[in-house]
């Protein structure tokens, strides 16, 4: 069975930075594209950031394109989602994610496998 464990949340300041991390327990997730996502508290859960198999192409939601980078570690099987200049409105449940597919995508029901979330709370 695939998990997926993530990692790095936490409370900062507004401006600041945090890296979360998502471990793949299997060796096959070399093959699959990663994405984050998260969820606020009476919202629907919204697409963060895709990479697709091997790291050479990247997707980012308007909302954090030029503060976040989405990044894999195949050797290591690790998705990361290096996260700057946070603002309050960033604040949610981050969710990694192993797509069906091996190119990029934001479709949530592209993803097939998720972690069980890490919290990320923005203080203004």
């Known amino acids: 069975q695939v998990q997926l464990v993530e990692s790095g949340g936490g409370l900062v300041q507004a401006g600041g930075s945090l890296r979360l991390s998502c471990t793949v327990s299997?060796?096959?997730?070399?093959?699959?594209?990663g994405g984050w996502f998260r969820q606020a508290p009476g919202k629907e859960r919204e697409f963060v950031a895709s990479?697709?198999?091997?790291?050479?192409?990247?997707m980012y939601a308007d909302s954090v394109k030029g503060r976040f980078t989405i990044s894999r570690d195949n050797a290591k099987n690790t998705l990361y989602l290096q996260m700057n200049s946070l603002k309050p409105e960033d604040a949610a449940l981050y969710y990694c994610?192993?797509?069906?597919?091996?190119?990029?995508?934001?479709?949530?029901?592209?993803?097939?496998?998720w972690g069980q979330g890490t919290q990320v709370t923005v203080s203004s």
């Open positions: 994610a192993k797509s069906k597919y091996y190119a990029t995508t934001s479709d949530l029901r592209d993803y097939n496998t």
């Open positions: 299997v060796r096959t997730f070399i093959s699959n594209a």
């Open positions: 990479i697709n198999y091997n790291g050479g192409d990247t």
